[in-house]
Nanobody, 115 residues
């Protein structure tokens, strides 16, 4: 059974940084694409960043230059390094083991950017 557990969220001031982690159970992690999504109150869930099995990355325009997705296959973990955070980055952040919005989801971790 595949499970995903996110961590690293919290309260941070504008301009600050956070590092989110998502640990996946089950075999085959290294051959799966992974992604981070987020959902703000009253809004639809949106794609933030993706990373393929071959370490190719892609980012939503609103995080380019500020966020970095990475993975450590030895630890079955995908990361989201978030810099220069803005209040509009406030959301629950979810990791996905899969692609195109389908696969296994974590339970989410809250990120709040506020002074």
């Amino acid at each position: 059974q595949v499970q995903l557990v996110e961590s690293g969220g919290g309260l941070v001031q504008p301009g600050g940084s956070l590092k989110l982690s998502c640990v996946a159970s089950g075999s085959g992690f290294s051959i799966n694409a992974m992604a981070w999504y987020r959902q703000a109150p009253g809004k639809q869930r949106e794609l933030v960043a993706t990373i393929t099995a071959g370490y190719l990355t892609n980012y939503a325009d609103f995080v380019k230059g500020r966020f970095t997705i990475s993975r450590d296959n030895a630890k079955n973990t995908v990361y989201l390094h978030m810099n220069y955070l803005k209040p509009e980055d406030t959301a629950v952040y979810y990791c996905l083991r899969g692609s195109w919005g389908t696969g296994y989801w974590g339970q989410g971790t809250q990120v709040t950017v506020s002074s």
